[in-house]
Nanobody, 130 residues
Framework: QVQLVESGGGSVQAGGSLRLSCAASGRTSSAYAMGWFRQVSGKEREFIAAITWSAGVVYYADSVKGRSTISRDNAKFTLYLQVNNLRPEETDVYYC???????????????????????WGQGTQVTVSS
């Protein structure tokens, strides 16, 4: 099994920045990619960004491209998401997730489809005030 624990959420004013972290434990060798999603109750989970664990190939949603950076620390098995210039409509619960499907070839991009991720964290609340 895999456990994912997010941290770094909180309240920020519009235009501000946050850096989220996701610590993975357990069978971390199962990870081929990890991603960040966000969701407001009653709405579909929205893809933000993802990164493949070995090759470091990244993929961003158009809504955050240019103002977000996803990264990982292989030694600590921790995933990060830096988001700048946050907007009030981005007030959500932010989740990290792990995709355990092998990548062929190794430099394939990660998926943005939430259904393909096997493990999820509990989420961290981000509130952006105007």
């Amino acid at each position: 099994q895999v456990q994912l624990v997010e941290s770094g959420g909180g309240s920020v004013q519009a235009g501000g920045s946050l850096r989220l972290s996701c610590a993975a434990s357990g069978r971390t060798s199962s990870a081929y990619a990890m991603g960040w999603f966000r969701q407001v109750s009653g709405k579909e989970r929205e893809f933000i960004a993802a990164i493949t664990w070995s090759a470091g190939v990244v993929y961003y949603a158009d809504s955050v491209k240019g103002r977000s950076t996803i990264s990982r620390d292989n030694a600590k098995f921790t995933l990060y998401l830096q988001v700048n210039n946050l907007r009030p409509e981005e007030t959500d619960v932010y989740y990290c997730a792990m995709d355990t499907r092998p990548l062929y070839p190794n430099n394939s991009p990660p998926t943005m489809r939430s259904q393909k991720y096997s493990y999820w964290g509990q989420g961290t609340q981000v509130t952006v005030s105007s």
